[in-house]
């Protein structure tokens, strides 16, 4: 998503309202190990973060650490367009996915909101 925020502009897909559930890669890797070193625990588990945000928080979030210049979403009919009839499953409704059954296992987040996990991207890496 950062690739338009490179270029000045701050975007988002279709109205922007529809969640997004993210995860710091490292809260990934974390959290695989947990899972790996767990008997007890079977079946799928939610590696997302514990707050998810919308399209448009996650717009705001990231402009953040970019100069923008313009902040426009991609019109819903332009996605429907090039991505075709995958484009509403896929980009334009979002889900509110949560990580229960990790949390519940007693993992804990690293980096379990979206500002504080931009900025371990960002801040330490500004070449980004």
């Not at 190990?33 to 625990?41: A, M, T």
């Not at 588990?45 to 705001?60: C, E, M």
């Not at 509110?96 to 801040?123: K, N, W």
Request: positive net charge.
């Amino acid at each position: 998503m950062a690739q338009s925020f490179r270029f000045g502009v701050a975007s988002w897909l279709g109205s922007g309202h529809q969640w997004l559930s993210w995860v710091h890669r490292q809260d990934v890797i974390r959290a695989i190990q947990f899972l790996l070193e767990r008997d007890d625990l079977q079946g799928p588990v939610n590696i997302t973060s514990p707050r998810p945000v919308t399209g448009r928080d996650f717009a705001t979030a990231l402009a953040v650490h970019f100069r923008t210049f313009i902040r426009a979403g991609v019109p819903a009919p332009v996605i429907r367009v090039l991505v075709g009839e995958m484009a509403e499953e896929l980009l334009l409704n979002g889900q509110r996915v949560l990580p229960e059954r990790l949390q519940t296992a007693g993992f804990t987040f690293a980096y379990p909101d979206l500002a504080s996990a931009l900025a371990a991207i960002y801040v330490a890496n500004p070449s980004r």
